[in-house]
């Protein structure tokens, strides 16, 4: 109960450094609808075929951007601020106070989970307004909030994880976009897949976690077949990542400061 009552605590000193660096905030906000604004625009308005389904290509692009959007507030995002803050050495004199790891860590995760709930929410109400794009209801949306919430948590423990792997605050941002931005274009994220795409390429996209965690964020979105397979593989990814950053996660500055 006090490792709950610490981690809420944190929360809102997490909340607000957040908002107390506005054009940080701007930007986790803007991106995915700034990247919805210009697919819709440079490709227009059409019919896309999902199976035996038959949707607007606003409808899809605003799924495609939430997702997107999660995955910048809670992989990107987690993965840099982190590292910014363990070479500042901010994650050292934390581990000296009486506050928990996990409470900060738990932090850092509920935040970025909330701010992701928040810009799914700006997002499709934006899409809805500007384009008509659907809104699931009913048990789609139940799915749909399932899915958000395992595929926020997993892709918060992924950036935890990759911190591992970056040395230095500079080496951040290549490596976080090195890691994540080929996998968008992948998993059919910013390029809907239809019939002409490679099989190579759907058999890549088949084994990282953001082919099924868009078609889970599809599935609540547009009413395409739900499969409990992706939320499992995304499930599955998200405790490899947390395993690894049990693992491997360092509160030292890499370069020795």
Request: aromatic share 14%; charged share 10%; hydrophobic share 55%.
């Amino acid at each position: 109960m006090r490792a709950a009552r610490l981690t809420l605590s944190q929360v809102r000193y997490v909340n607000k450094a957040f908002w107390r660096n506005p054009s940080s905030a701007f930007f986790t906000f803007a991106f995915p609808l700034m990247f919805l604004v210009i697919f819709t625009a440079l490709l227009g308005h059409f019919t896309l075929h999902l199976g035996s389904l038959s949707v607007k290509s606003s409808t899809y692009y605003v799924a495609a951007m939430a997702t997107f959007g999660v995955i910048t507030a809670c992989y990107m995002n987690m993965a840099i601020s982190i590292t910014f803050q363990r070479d500042a050495g901010v994650l050292k004199r934390m581990d000296g106070t009486p506050l928990p790891g996990g409470s900060f860590l738990g932090a850092r995760i509920l935040h970025a989970m909330l701010m992701s709930i928040l810009l799914v929410a700006i997002t499709a109400t934006f899409g809805r307004i500007l384009y008509g794009a659907e809104i699931p209801t009913g048990v789609n949306l139940l799915r749909f909030v399932l899915v958000l919430a395992v595929g926020a948590a997993s892709f918060c423990a992924l950036g935890l994880a990759v911190t591992s792997l970056i040395p230095n605050a500079d080496a951040a941002g290549p490596i976080v976009n090195g890691s994540i931005m080929p996998l968008l274009f992948l998993s059919g994220i910013f390029i809907a897949f239809d019939s002409r795409t490679p099989s190579w390429i759907l058999w890549v996209a088949r084994l990282f976690p953001v082919r099924h965690f868009a078609l889970g964020m599809q599935a609540g979105f547009i009413g395409t077949p739900f499969d409990w397979t992706d939320v499992l593989i995304v499930a599955a990814w998200g405790v490899a990542g947390l395993l690894l950053s049990i693992r491997f996660f360092t509160w030292e500055p890499r370069s020795g400061q």
